[in-house]
């Protein structure tokens, strides 16, 4: 939706987060309301937003993981069907997390090696990486002693989340 002045990667062709991501927000006089996982009415496929100077501004902040140098060059959302989303959170006492979140678009999307490649690397960072499948599960996958908060973990737990630890 949108290219961070930092980073040297740009969408081009690339609309995947107009599929994946609900938008809710202001386009120009109008308000724009589009569920997940389904493309907005803006969007040309392929071709990229026929509001561009008028989007909403969630869709102006929106960067994706990959513009921001998660991946190679060569895994771009469209390419590999897998929106990535790298954000801190607030734990408490001045403390934070990152939180990589990943959202495929077409099933088994994420078993791909180059997208275990990236979920490998994130949770040698430490991350907490979340992924949402196509059949509407999710997964929490966290190193070995890292800590997780508390509300996390309660909302995996309401929400039926697995929460997988890896590494030794
Ligand atoms: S998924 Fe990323 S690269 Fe693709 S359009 Fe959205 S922000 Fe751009
Ligand atoms: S308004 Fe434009 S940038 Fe936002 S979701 Fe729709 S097509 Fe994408």
Request: aromatic residues 6%; negative net charge; contains cysteine.
């Amino acid at each position: 939706m949108n290219a961070p002045e930092s980073s040297r990667r740009t969408c081009e062709e690339c609309t995947l987060c107009c599929f994946t991501h609900g938008v809710s927000g202001s386009e120009g006089e109008d308000f724009l309301h589009k569920p997940e996982d389904e493309w907005c009415r803006h969007s040309g496929i392929g071709t990229g937003c026929a509001i561009y100077e008028s989007r909403p501004k969630v869709c102006r902040d929106f960067h994706c993981g990959w513009l921001i140098g998660l991946g190679s060059e060569e895994d771009r959302p469209d390419k590999t069907n897998v929106v990535i989303q790298r954000f801190s959170i607030y734990i408490g006492q001045g403390a934070s997390a990152m939180v990589v979140k990943m959202v495929e678009a077409v099933p088994h999307s994420i078993a791909a090696a180059s997208i275990q490649a990236i979920i490998a690397a994130q949770v040698e960072k430490r991350d907490l990486v979340e992924l949402s499948f196509c059949d509407g599960t999710r997964e929490l996958r966290v190193r070995k002693g890292v800590y997780v908060p508390y509300d996390i973990l309660d909302h995996c737990k309401k929400k039926n989340i697995p929460v997988i630890r890896v590494g030794s």
